[in-house]
Structures are given as structure tokens and as C-alpha cells.
């Protein structure tokens, strides 16, 4: 058992770290010129990389719904790691992984929304230009938070 709450323990640590590299990193959407993010986008002057905002680029509503969900599912995705050891030493067996499920289920719909948000609404009518890491980076921890959840949940269900 020692050896499973370890492997949990790595995959929840992967699964922050890939969400904060996504929400913060500066590649959702690559160009040869160009790299976009949910906060900024950086044009290749030169030999220079300018820092532009993209306040009047996106529709304001969604740009703002895209950004508090990655963030949340960054927020949410931490408090279940901190709720999951925290929950090792506190609660009896039967209700030690229910929290850190919930929370990773919140995180994972959370990172789902922000991404399928900038998947329709951003860049649909482009030509030039990908998806870039960042953005990949958001479904992987989509998946790997959903993972979490389903073994959070799974080892619930096995311990009581």
C-alpha cells in the first residue's frame, strides 16, 4: 500500500506541476512570429520578442473564463495534494481519499473548460499557426487529473 500512496503521491505532484507549466507558459497558440498565451502574446521583432496584451485580440468574457479556470484548476489540483496528505494522517479508513477526489475532479473539469473554451472560440479562423506545448500540456493534465480522481475514488471504495 506504501508503494501505491507513493506512485499517487507522484502522479498528483505531475499533475500540478503540468497544470502551472500550462497555465503560465507562453505557447497556446505558436507561429513563426508569434506566441500566444491566456495572458499575453509575444511578436518576434526582429530579434527581439515583444510583450503585446490581448485585451482587444479575444473576446474579453472568454479570454477571462479561460484564465480563472486554469488558475482554479491550479488552485484546486494543490489544495487535493496538500488534502490527500493531510488525509493519510487524520482520517480513519473509508473516508480518506473522498476530498482529494473532489478536489481533483474539480481541477480536472476546470482545466477541461479552459481548454475547450480556447479550442472553439480562439483561433478558429486561422491559417498560419498550432496549437503550441502549453495548450498540449493543458489536455495531458486534463487527463492525468481525471486519473487521479477515478484512483482517488477507486482507493476509497477498496479501503472500506
Same mark, same amino acid.
Given at each position: 500500500?506504501? +508503494?501505491?500512496?507513493?506512485?499517487?503521491? +507522484?502522479?498528483?505532484?505531475?499533475?500540478?506541476?503540468?497544470?502551472? /507549466?500550462?497555465?503560465?507558459?507562453?505557447?497556446?497558440? +505558436?507561429?513563426?512570429?508569434?506566441?500566444?498565451?491566456?495572458? /499575453? $502574446?509575444?511578436?518576434?521583432?526582429?530579434?527581439?520578442?515583444?510583450?503585446?496584451?490581448? $485585451? !482587444?485580440?479575444? @473576446? &474579453?468574457?472568454? #479570454?477571462? &473564463?479561460? %484564465?480563472? $479556470?486554469?488558475?482554479? /484548476?491550479?488552485?484546486?489540483? !494543490?489544495?487535493?495534494? =496538500?488534502?490527500?496528505? &493531510? %488525509?493519510?494522517?487524520?482520517? @480513519?479508513? !473509508?473516508?480518506?481519499?473522498?476530498?482529494? !477526489?473532489?478536489? %481533483?475532479? #474539480?481541477?480536472?473539469?476546470?482545466?477541461?473548460? /479552459?481548454?475547450?473554451?480556447?479550442?472553439?472560440?480562439?483561433?478558429?479562423?486561422?491559417?498560419?499557426? %498550432?496549437?503550441? @506545448?502549453?495548450?498540449? #500540456?493543458?489536455?495531458? $493534465? =486534463?487527463?492525468?487529473?481525471?486519473?487521479?480522481?477515478?484512483?482517488?475514488?477507486?482507493?476509497?471504495?477498496?479501503?472500506?
Amino acid at each position: 500500500m506504501l +508503494v501505491l500512496l507513493a506512485g499517487i503521491f +507522484v502522479l498528483h505532484i505531475t499533475t500540478v506541476i503540468l497544470l502551472l /507549466a500550462a497555465t503560465i507558459g507562453n505557447a497556446w497558440w +505558436v507561429t513563426n512570429s508569434m506566441s500566444t498565451d491566456i495572458w /499575453a $502574446s509575444w511578436i518576434l521583432t526582429g530579434s527581439n520578442w515583444n510583450y503585446t496584451d490581448l $485585451s !482587444g485580440t479575444y @473576446p &474579453a468574457e472568454y #479570454l477571462q &473564463a479561460v %484564465q480563472a $479556470s486554469s488558475v482554479l /484548476a491550479c488552485v484546486f489540483s !494543490g489544495i487535493g495534494l =496538500f488534502v490527500f496528505v &493531510a %488525509q493519510l494522517f487524520t482520517l @480513519p479508513k !473509508g473516508k480518506r481519499f473522498t476530498f482529494s !477526489g473532489i478536489f %481533483q475532479l #474539480l481541477a480536472c473539469l476546470c482545466i477541461m473548460i /479552459a481548454a475547450s473554451i480556447y479550442t472553439d472560440i480562439f483561433h478558429k479562423n486561422e491559417s498560419q499557426g %498550432q496549437y503550441g @506545448p502549453s495548450f498540449i #500540456l493543458a489536455w495531458i $493534465s =486534463f487527463a492525468l487529473t481525471f486519473i487521479s480522481c477515478v484512483i482517488y475514488f477507486i482507493l476509497r471504495k477498496k479501503t472500506t
